[in-house]
């Protein structure tokens, strides 16, 4: 029973370029969220999806950040224009659907590297 | 919104002595999780535990969620229990992401 998996688990950028990270849910669950750890600090939220939907991404920066969840495929966290500051792992989380609260799991991370 | 607060934030044990991690929340919650990174940076997930107690080997977890804490214990560690440890909560009774404390940096010495 795989876990959630996240590719690539590491990605290097130069200033300017765009960066594409990818996340597949663990079996059964339908509910994704992404998180960004910049060095040295805690993990923050960024984004919350279901399938073609964006439920809440309070925790997005305003430009430069986009996030899809499509009906076939894997959930795609997509930075344009990278900067220094981007540079951070990020992790995909993925739960269940039922209603309320259920346990997240967290995937590998992807850890960016901006040149 | 709300805020998780863990302690200490580090601690130094020699191998096979008992520790307690702290973490208070500052509104109700209906849900918490604590996590484990390991050097290689992996969240591996330790407990589900919205309320009561609940154990998993050497390490067990209590969350009294109407005094807004819980408690991650650890019996005799091992060098493989270092890492941070991090404590989650949703920011509000619907919501699902998680918002978590600063964790507690844990290094067990042989």
């Known amino acids: 029973n795989a876990g959630v998996m996240q590719n690539p688990r590491h990605l290097v950028r130069r200033r300017g370029q765009e960066a594409r990270l990818r996340c597949s849910p663990m079996k059964g669950h339908s509910h994704v969220y992404w998180y960004r750890q910049l060095p040295e600090e805690g993990l923050k939220f960024m984004v919350y999806l279901q399938k073609e939907n964006i439920i809440d991404e309070s925790g997005m920066p305003k430009e430069r950040f986009s996030a899809e969840f499509p009906k076939e495929g894997p959930s795609i966290l997509r930075i344009q224009q990278v900067v220094r500051g981007d540079s951070a792992a990020y992790f995909c989380?993925?739960?269940?659907?039922?209603?309320?609260?259920?346990?997240?799991?967290f995937g590998p991370g992807t850890r960016l590297t901006v040149l | 919104g709300i805020q998780v607060e863990q302690s200490p934030p580090d601690l130094i044990l020699q191998e096979g002595a008992n520790s307690t991690l702290r973490c208070n929340f500052s509104d109700s919650v209906n849900n918490l999780q604590w996590f484990h990174q390991n050097p290689w940076g992996q969240l591996i997930n330790l407990f589900y535990i919205p309320s009561g107690t609940k154990q998993n080997g050497r390490l067990s977890a209590t969350t009294v969620a109407t005094e807004r804490y819980s408690l991650l214990y650890i019996s005799s560690s091992q060098t493989t229990d270092s890492g941070v440890y991090f404590c989650a909560v949703p920011p509000s009774g619907s919501a699902r992401q998680l918002t978590f404390g600063s964790g507690t940096q844990l290094t067990v010495l042989p």
């Open positions: 989380a993925s739960s269940r659907r039922d209603r309320g609260y259920n346990e997240q799991f």
